[in-house]
T-cell receptor, first 111, second 112 residues
């Protein structure tokens, strides 16, 4: 079984719609992250969380929000999706040693 | 200037060649260095992790860190088609740092 799971794996939506991407982990890590990946831009950090009461903005948080429902669950929401939010989204956990474990990704297309 | 620079490629080499992938960084405070491998339509996975200058070997892979030049490299010996992937370097200031800083990734293709 995968340690970090993401749902959905693929999503096509329309401009203005609200979208939620979900992430669950069984690694027992406190730290969880949301990244987006775009060609030529690499991985960019959207939000990160150290526990259910600690949420932090990353470098590109505008247009996104997150919810840490439990240690194992971290959701990313796009309140009103726009086409330039079309990207590959990754959830990740972080071990105290700095090793980061990524989920399989969600491919989001906003029309 | 980005904190971490990585040539995005693409890089295409024949099977069996030695591959050299590189990243430079601007902040000498980085102490921990990682290489991730990402296959198409998959999440990145950790390949190598080092925190000291010098070389670290793991099978066909060697990670090299030169802190004086602020330069890290990943060497792949006897490259295989299965090594075709995007390789990302990542760095952290301290153990347990809040965030990793990633390079753009280099897309590598090994031709049979």
């Amino acid at each position: 079984d995968a340690d970090v799971t993401q749902t959905p794996r693929n999503r096509i939506t329309k401009t203005g719609k609200r979208i939620m991407l979900e992430c669950s982990q069984t690694k027992g890590h406190d730290r969880m992250y949301w990244y987006r990946q775009d060609p030529g831009l690499g991985l960019r950090l959207i939000y990160y969380s150290f526990d259910v009461k600690d949420i932090n903005k990353g470098e590109i948080s505008d247009g996104y929000s997150v919810s840490r429902q439990a240690q194992a669950k971290f959701s990313l929401s796009l309140e009103s999706a726009i086409p330039n939010q079309t990207a590959l989204y990754f959830c990740a956990t972080r071990a105290p040693s700095n090793e980061q474990f990524f989920g399989p990704g969600t491919r989001l297309t906003v029309l | 200037q980005k904190e971490v620079e990585q040539d995005p490629g693409p890089l295409s080499v024949p099977e069996g060649a030695i591959v050299s992938l590189n990243c430079t960084y601007s902040n000498s405070a980085f102490q921990y260095f990682m290489w991730y491998r990402q296959y198409s339509r998959k999440g990145p996975e950790l390949l190598m992790y080092t925190y000291s200058s010098g070389n670290k070997e793991d099978g066909r892979f060697t990670a090299q860190v030169d802190k004086s030049s602020k330069y890290i490299s990943l060497f792949i010996r006897d490259s295989q088609p299965s090594d075709s992937a995007t390789y990302l370097c990542a760095m952290a200031y301290i153990q347990g740092a809040q965030k990793l800083v990633f390079g753009q990734g280099t897309r590598l293709t090994i031709n049979p």
